[in-house]
Every structure is written in C-alpha cells, then in structure tokens.
C-alpha cells in the first residue's frame, strides 16, 4: 500500500490495511458452551464476528483487535480471551 | 544579481497597509474567507468584508467565527472541498491556532494566511515583535516576511502560487510587522487584477472532499506510516527552496517587482559585516548601511524572506566571505538566550567550512522603537569582534537596565 501525501485515502481501505496486528489478546470460542445466541457477531464492533453454515461463530483474526467485548457479554462464558503469543 | 524594481509610479496610490493586503488578496479571488478580529491584524478582514458587501468578491464565501480556532478549522474543511482559502490573524489568535496549523500542513491544504506580527501575554502587548509567528516555525507552514507594504501585498499572490503547486501543497504564512506596516499608509502599487489572472492560474486540486467519489483526509496513520508522512512533508519544504525562487522570478516577469527571492541582499559584495534581519527593521538597516558606507565601513545586510523552508545554502553562498554575521531577532527562545534566526543560522554553519563567527541581538520586543543609533552600535560591537573575537555570543540590544 502506497501513502498519498495529506493522508488521503479511499473508504474501504481497511480491506488491505489488516488491523488484527493490534491484538494483545485473542478471543477463542468453547463450541460445547455456545448457544449460537449470536450477541457476539452483534456487538463486535469491527464485524470480525462471521456466521458458519452450522449456525456457530468465528473470529475473523485479519480484524479483530481483541477488545474482548465479546467475552465479556457471552452470557454463557463461551468465549476465552488467550494472550497472543507471537 | 537580482533584477531591479521597477514600480509604475503612475499606478501608485498612498493606502493604509491592511487595505493593501485585503486588496492583493480579492485580487487572488478566494472562494472562503475566515474571519476573526484581532489587532492589529482587523483591518485586513474589514477591508475583506466591505468588499464582500460591495460585491466586488465573486463566487466567495465570507465566514464569520467565534474564535481563531474555528477560524482555522473552517479552512480545512473549505481547503479539502477545492476553495482557495484565507485568514488573518496575529499573536494569541494564532497561537490559538497552533494545533490545526499542524492539521492543515498534514493534510497539505495550500491556505494562505496573512499574520499580523505581534508580541504575545503575558504581559498584553498589542504592540510588533515576531514571537508569534517564530513560535509556530515547526508547524509545517511555509513562513515569509515583508520588508514593506507593496512586498506583503505581492507575497500574497506569491504565497498562493508557491503553496498550491502540486509537487508543494503546504500552507504558507506571510508575515507583516504589526502597526509599522499594517497601520501605516504608503505608496504602493495595488495588486493588479489583469496580471494576478495571468499570474496565478486557478486553484485545482487533485484530491478533494467530494460525495460522488469519498476520501477521507488526514486519516489515522499507525506507526506503520507516521513517519513516512513526516517525510513527504519534509521532502515538499525541500521543493518550496527553488518554488519560492522560481515564483519571485515569475513575479518579476509580469508585474515588473521583486524583493529577493528566498533572501535579498544590499550591498553585501564586499561586506565584512554582514547583519542579518527579517521584516520592516530591513528598512531601518539599509538607511544605516549607506551612512556607514559614506564612512568606509564595509557593511551590507542579507534579508531574510524566507524562514520556513529555511534557505541554509542561500545564506552561506552571502556569507562566506565576510568576517562577522548579526543577527537581529524580535524572538527570543527562552532558556537558550537566543532568537531563531541567531540559532538556526549558527546551526547551518556548523558542520560547514565557513568559519565565521555569529554574533545575535534580540531587539524590538513589545513594539519598543528600533533605532537607528542601535543598530549602529550593534555594528560598532561587530567590529571588536572582528579584531578580538566573541565576547558576548548573543544579547538584548535595548534593554533598559534602570528597569531592573
């Protein structure tokens, strides 16, 4: 990605522009606790949460910065924020 | 050897020198002016707004704000939409400004703002210096400063046409002394409509704010790309040293006027001393220099036009053979015991071959009158330092020691 002087940019560039590298912790699902009450994909504030064909959930990781607001609404715990370890 | 000055005398009216500026400035027809009161710099957006009233600013938009601030703010956005944007403001107004200075060079917006050099609280001074304006040297603005009321009135097309090049795109300060140019009335030539047409092809930037195709401007940069921001900016400045030259040379062209380019130089041929100023004052240092001249002292002055990109290979081509350099400041950096352009021309010729000493005076705070008798003991000291070196490295010219 080339920088335009001013900082100018298109909408849309986070598609190239991979914010997951922000991350300090990492939120991992416990597929046996889920109820698939889909708060998680709801409250994301990034949109890093995407439905599978089976009705459960995952972290898109290219975006999810890991701000654990997903974890800390699942109201069946079913979401363990990991320390990433690079 | 810089083209000499030819001014149409036929053309000359004796205007106030804010009137002069407000004139120049319809003349670079502005589609969105900002305005806040400040003195001394009032004058400039009154005359803007009798103009806007009286219909004589076309396609224009006049804004009247709450503080210097939205002043500022306004233009970015204007800037960013496609206007040729302009303020003016002076002292506190422009240190209120200081964080969107910063927003405005980021986001390589070419306004073009007229400052009104002033001295800053506290104490209140309404009363010239150049603190305002040196304070704001690492904002990103190109910075000029006029010796005389046609030169402000000139920079200001100057001003648009080096700011709004694609290869520059930073906004630009040109600097006036307050009262001694704003409010005094000259002759000068108004800025002519028909040449400034020819002069200043119309504003058209590559990117601007616009609903059919969305951009965002100055967006978040990570530590990934900051730096590389900073760069660009830097790389531009760089650019700005042969625009400003080349401009002043344009200008020449059309109009038949010219100051020097990045500086200017009066009878610095075989100088000895060589004083170094910015601003009105330079009037004051030629009226001495012929007089000392008339006595065989070898003095000549380089003036300073340019501050910000600071020309260090113009100033060491003039100085190189000369025996002392003055610098007269009406700045002080507190805690360094120096004015800027002391420091900054020490700092180009540090690493350089030329071994001349430099010798500065902070001169002129809070509007006290610079006389003639001190600058021409200022040139007295030059001489000792010639024969037994420095003493005194830099110092208050003026001060009134029964004061303290």
Not at chain 2, 263 to 268: L, V
Not at chain 2, 314 to 331: H, Q
């Amino acid at each position: 990605m080339k920088i335009l002087p001013g900082g100018a940019c298109e909408a849309g560039t986070t598609r190239v522009n991979k914010t997951g590298g922000w991350r300090t912790f990492k939120p991992v699902y416990d597929y046996d606790k889920c109820i698939k009450c889909k708060l998680c994909e709801l409250l994301c504030p990034d949109m890093a949460v995407n439905p599978r064909d089976d009705g459960y959930f995952e972290f898109d990781y290219d975006y999810c910065k890991g701000c654990g607001i997903c974890a800390n609404e699942c109201p069946k715990s079913a979401i363990e924020m990991v320390l990433e370890e690079k | 050897m810089a083209p000499e000055n030819k001014l149409d005398k036929s053309k000359m009216v004796v205007v106030e020198g804010s009137y002069a500026v407000a004139h120049a400035v319809k003349t670079c027809r502005p589609n969105v002016i900002s305005a806040y009161p400040i003195t001394p710099q009032t004058h400039i957006v009154e005359d803007l707004s009798q103009f806007m009233a009286d219909g004589e600013i076309p396609n224009c938009e006049y804004i009247n704000v709450e503080s210097e601030f939205s002043a500022l703010s306004a233009l970015v956005g204007s800037s960013a939409a496609g206007a040729r944007c302009y303020s003016a403001t002076t002292s506190q107004g422009l240190e209120l400004m200081h964080e969107v200075l910063f927003n405005v060079s980021g986001m390589r917006l070419p306004v073009v703002m007229t400052i009104v050099n002033r001295a800053v609280s506290a104490p209140i001074s309404i009363w010239n210096d150049q603190q305002d304006s040196i304070s704001q040297r690492d904002t990103g603005w190109i910075q000029l400063y006029a010796e005389n009321i046609q030169e402000i009135s000139d920079m200001t097309a100057q001003a648009y046409k080096i700011s709004e090049d694609k290869d520059i795109l930073m906004p630009a300060m040109t600097c006036m002394d307050g009262f001694i140019l704003s409010h005094v009335y000259e002759p000068v030539v108004l800025l002519e409509q028909d040449l400034t047409d020819e002069f200043l092809p119309a504003y058209e930037p590559e990117r601007i704010l616009d609903p059919k195709n969305p951009l965002s401007f100055g967006a978040f940069a990570d530590p990934n790309y900051y730096a590389e921001f900073r760069y660009l900016q830097e790389q531009a400045m760089q650019k700005a040293l042969k625009k400003i030259e080349d401009v002043a040379n344009e200008f020449y062209d059309i109009y038949g006027r010219y100051y020097g380019g990045l500086i200017d130089e009066y009878r610095t041929d075989d100088a000895d001393i060589i004083i170094m100023a910015m601003g009105s004052i330079v009037g004051t240092i030629k009226d001495l220099i012929d007089k000392l001249r008339d006595r065989n002292v070898k003095v000549g002055l380089l003036k300073v036009r340019a501050f910000r990109p600071f020309p260090a290979e113009a100033i060491k081509e003039v100085i190189k053979d000369s025996k002392v350099i003055v610098t007269l400041d009406k700045n002080i950096s507190l805690g360094l015991n120096e004015g800027a352009l002391c420091t900054e021309t020490k700092s180009v010729l540090y690493n350089s071959d030329i071994r001349v000493p430099v010798i500065g005076y902070m001169i002129g705070h809070g509007g006290r009158d610079i006389k003639v008798d001190t600058i021409e003991k200022i040139v007295d000291d030059a001489e000792e330092v010639i024969k037994t070196g420095i003493r005194i490295e830099s110092q208050f010219a003026d001060l009134k020691e029964e004061l303290l």
